[in-house]
């Protein structure tokens, strides 16, 4: 594919990379509460497997966040700043990043210690055959002290060693959502090191296509990070496909509707496609700069890190009192409906811890690291 070159200049926001980022937040949410008491082998509706396919969302998310903590840097870098103001910038990005997920995982973690302790956990007295396999033995523990909540938040998560989704936990489990930091946290990491290293070089774009090559041979989702910084770098280079807007409305059809991939190197690719097409294709770069999704976009993490509190309380509870009561799917339909409308609203809310988060971020990064001037090479 030709693309020819258009200047850009703004790269503080890009809506459509919010917009996707609340899509996939919503597909995670369908996923967990819709799969959670595993009826959806048994659904009688037709929807496509993206709108369901936590997995491939997951995967997603990694992609943009490879571009949002490179968009930045690449942007400035080719605007001409100084090494000095980027290197200090990149400092910046690295000294908040743990501070960044750390404390609203800390918050959603204590929201579930707090339904714990209070009794309202009632996911522990479903069925065993009930239980999403991938929880089966989470959530289980009675008596989780605030020390394991401490640990759990701010080191645990941190460390695919001790925390895998897949490998039993020897603590209470707080929120299975956040098996993701254990991939996230370093992969950020790899970012910073990679665009202090690489940032500069005129074969950066060729540099990170090898990295994803690399890693996707090992099966490693830290390739998802680097397709980021190559869509990130594509963009910055201000290229257009203005001439193909057809052909990129038919892949995204065909990309909403693929079937399941299970493959590391083909999920990498199906992400980049979607955020590709969620980029230059014009009618899926509307829909996803939408206000609608943009505000999705801004509540996204939020979503992600409440809805399973919810799942283990409310939806749980619904579940088990509606049973004996009503047919399979209109128990499944009812408690997840309600589980869907109440994660939405705690996720508004949580947004404003989420939001001093960001802000309490900023702040360590400005103690750890001096704010640069910025200075043109």
């Known amino acids: 594919m030709n693309l020819q070159s ?11 990379v919010d917009g996707m980022r609340g899509f996939g937040s919503v597909v995670v949410l369908l996923f ?21 396919n936590g997995n491939i969302a997951v995967k997603l998310f990694f992609v943009l966040s490879g571009f949002s903590l490179s968009i930045g ?7 001409g700043i100084d090494d000095g103001t980027l290197l200090s910038h990149l400092q910046r990005m690295a000294a908040a990043r743990y501070f960044r997920l750390a404390l609203p995982a800390f918050a959603s973690s204590l929201v579930v210690l707090v339904l ?36 759990f938040s701010f080191f645990d998560i941190f460390f695919p060693t001790t925390f895998i989704p897949f490998v039993e936990y020897k603590k209470f489990y707080f929120n299975t959502n956040l098996w993701t930091m254990s991939v996230e946290f370093p992969a950020s990491y ?24 690399f890693f996707s041979v090992f099966d490693s989702m830290y390739g998802f990070f680097f397709a980021g910084i190559a869509l990130a770098d594509i963009y910055v280079r201000g290229w257009s496909a203005d001439r193909w807007q057809r052909v990129l409305m038919i892949v995204f059809i065909v990309v909403l509707f693929c079937p399941e991939i299970k493959h590391t ?66 128990v499944i339909l009812l408690s997840g409906g309600a589980t869907v409308l109440a994660s939405f609203v705690a996720a508004h809310l949580f947004s404003f811890v989420d939001d001093w988060a960001i802000a309490m971020s900023h702040k360590a990064a400005r103690l750890i690291v001096k704010q640069p001037e910025i200075r043109r090479a």
């Open 6 to 16: 258009m200047p850009r200049t703004d790269y503080t926001r890009v809506d459509s």
């Open 32 to 52: 967990h509460v819709f799969l959670t008491f595993s009826l959806l082998d048994k659904s009688p509706f037709f929807v496509p497997n993206i709108v369901y």
């Open 73 to 79: 840097f690449l942007s400035k870098r080719d605007q």
């Open 116 to 151: 714990v302790k209070s009794g309202l956990n009632y996911y522990q007295h479903l069925p065993e055959e009930l239980r999403n396999p991938w929880w089966s033995w989470a959530y289980t523990s009675r008596d989780p002290s605030f020390r394991d909540l401490m640990r």
């Open 190 to 213: 790899m970012v910073f090191i990679f665009l202090a290293l690489f940032g500069a070089a005129r074969m950066r774009l060729y540099m990170c296509l090898g990295s994803i090559a």
């Open 265 to 330: 190197w083909s999920q990498t690719i199906y992400c980049s496609v979607f955020v590709f097409c969620g980029l230059y294709g014009k009618p899926v770069r509307t829909l996803f700069s939408s206000r609608i999704f943009r505000y999705l976009g801004k509540v996204s993490f939020s979503l992600y890190l409440v809805h399973m509190p919810i799942v283990i309380s409310l939806q749980s509870y619904l579940f088990l009192s509606l049973t004996e009561r009503l047919p399979p799917h209109e």
